[in-house]
Nanobody, 123 residues
Framework: QVQVVESGGGLVQAGGSLRLSCTAS????????MGWFRQASGKEREGVGC????????EYADSVKSRFTISRDNAKNTLYLQMDDLKPDDTAMYYC????????????????WGQGTQVTVSS
């Protein structure tokens, strides 16, 4: 059974940093395209960034480019989202997702989803 579990969310002041983790079981993170999505209160879920199953090719939403970085530790079967220079607009529930096919931040392509971790950025 596939399971992905996010952790690392919390409350941070604007300009601060957080690192989210996504630990997977039932799949290996280097064999899947892994993505991060977020959903702010009252808004639709949106893509944040994704990483290819092999190598380090990534794609990011314009709103987080140069501030967020996705990486992967294959030995720990864990995906990370390093978030720097956080802004109040980054406040949202953050989700980790996985897909075996496709590429990009298209939500419906992703088959496996975690329950999310809350990130709150105060001004």
């Amino acid at each position: 059974q596939v399971q992905v579990v996010e952790s690392g969310g919390g409350l941070v002041q604007a300009g601060g940093s957080l690192r989210l983790s996504c630990t997977a079981s039932g799949l290996t993170v280097d064999a899947y395209i892994m993505g991060w999505f977020r959903q702010a209160s009252g808004k639709e879920r949106e893509g944040v960034g994704c990483i290819r199953s092999t190598g380090t090719i990534t794609e990011y939403a314009d709103s987080v480019k140069s501030r967020f970085t996705i990486s992967r530790d294959n030995a720990k079967n864990t995906l990370y989202l390093q978030m720097d220079d956080l802004k109040p607009d980054d406040t949202a529930m953050y989700y980790c997702a996985a897909t075996a096919t496709g590429w990009g931040l298209v939500e419906h392509m992703y088959n496996y989803w975690g329950q999310g971790t809350q990130v709150t950025v105060s001004s």
